[in-house]
């Protein structure tokens, strides 16, 4: 089996496929990853100044640790703490004008 690169033209071209590829990766981004407090900002969908309104959810990461936790206590009912600690959750910010969805916060919070 010959999985090797093909010839590449971009190499006599002088074409850098790396650029191109951080400059899409920035270009698809929608929602910005937001800290855990109300933000200051310009809403981008009605343009006005506002402070974020900001939700806690449970995010992927609640569910994980759940789980973690559910297996090192053997279904004590400790499982559900991390539905009431909100640095495993995810917190959504909103526009208090439009109710737009502005982003969110990381879900993985390592500070
Ligand atoms: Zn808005």
Known sequence: MDNGPPP????????????SANESTRAVTTE????????HMLCPSCHAEILTT???????????????ICLFSFGL???LYPFFI?????V????????ESLGQSADLDLD
């Open 77 to 79: 009912g400790c499982c």
């Open 92 to 99: 959504h910010h909103y526009c208090p004008n439009c109710k």
């Open 32 to 39: 910005e990853t937001l800290g855990r407090t109300s933000t």
């Open 54 to 68: 900001t939700i806690t959810r449970a995010g992927v990461l609640t569910y994980v640790a759940s789980y973690f």
């Open 8 to 19: 590449s033209y971009q190499e006599a071209t002088g074409w850098d496929p790396n650029i």
């Open 86 to 90: 909100d640095d495993c959750k995810v």
